[in-house]
């Protein structure tokens, strides 16, 4: 089935420091989707974007946060700086439409701030 | 609020017998529900869905779910179990009028020999 891959698969930073995580989503898909994971909880939505714009976001999306996707490369998570609470696994996911529609999940960047 | 409740952290079975994963879920309209499966160092795959029509849906590798708008729950079942059904599920809401998804907190079935 349809793919998404997520790079990389483990990062390890200092608290303080920027990091970009990346989602190379499915090839015809239009949405995109954050979504994250601290061990032990629950996965838990954090933003969406379409057309170049969020659409969407949570109260776990902080102002560190931001998302884009230049160029229909990557859609990119880049948090700066980053914080020790920040440390969890990030899933993104992409659709090709939003309404009644499938998303379809990466593996996951496992992110620690040390 | 709309909360999904998967009751089981873990379940063990045995290869060869039936199985059911429980699913609860909180949410006054009719919402869209999904299984979804995650196997180690793979992304979630997708089960099953249910939008509205029939209420047992069936989906990829002989599961299939029912939904039950009294009980509030959407069960995830499989006559006969396979060792590759390790992995953890999760069941997962979609309101209809915006785009998130909310997820359980996933059950982790073990199937022994």
């Known amino acids: 089935g349809p793919k998404v891959l997520q790079i990389p698969s483990h990062q390890i930073i200092d608290m303080g420091q920027m990091v970009t995580l990346n989602c190379d989503p499915v090839s015809n898909h239009l949405y995109f989707y954050w979504y994250k994971q601290i061990l032990g909880q629950q996965m838990e939505f954090l933003v969406n974007f379409y057309n170049g714009k969020v659409m969407e976001k949570s109260k776990l999306f902080k102002d560190q946060f931001s998302v884009e996707r230049p160029d229909g490369s990557y859609f990119t998570l880049k948090i700066q700086p980053t914080a020790l609470e920040d440390s969890a696994v990030y899933f993104c996911?992409?659709?090709?439409?939003?309404?009644?529609?499938?998303?379809?999940f990466g593996p996951g960047t496992r992110l620690l701030v040390l | 609020a709309q909360s999904v409740t998967q009751p089981d952290a873990r379940v063990t079975v045995s290869e060869g017998a039936s199985l059911q994963l429980r699913c609860k879920y909180s949410?006054?309209?009719?919402?869209?529900l999904f299984w979804y499966v995650q196997y180690p160092r793979q992304g979630l795959q997708l089960l099953l869905k249910?939008?509205?029509?029939?209420?047992v849906v069936q989906g990829v590798n002989g599961f299939e779910a029912e939904f039950s708008k009294s009980n509030s729950s959407f069960h995830l079942r499989k006559a006969s179990v396979h060792w590759s059904d390790s992995a953890v599920y999760f069941c997962?809401?979609?309101?209809?009028?915006?785009?998130?998804?909310?997820f359980g907190a996933g059950t982790r079935l073990k199937v022994i020999a």
């Open positions: 996911a992409s659709s090709y439409r939003v309404n009644q529609d499938t998303q379809y």
């Open positions: 997962v809401l979609r309101n209809t009028g915006n785009y998130k998804y909310v």
């Open positions: 249910y939008y509205s029509g029939d209420p």
């Open positions: 949410y006054s309209g009719t919402p869209y």
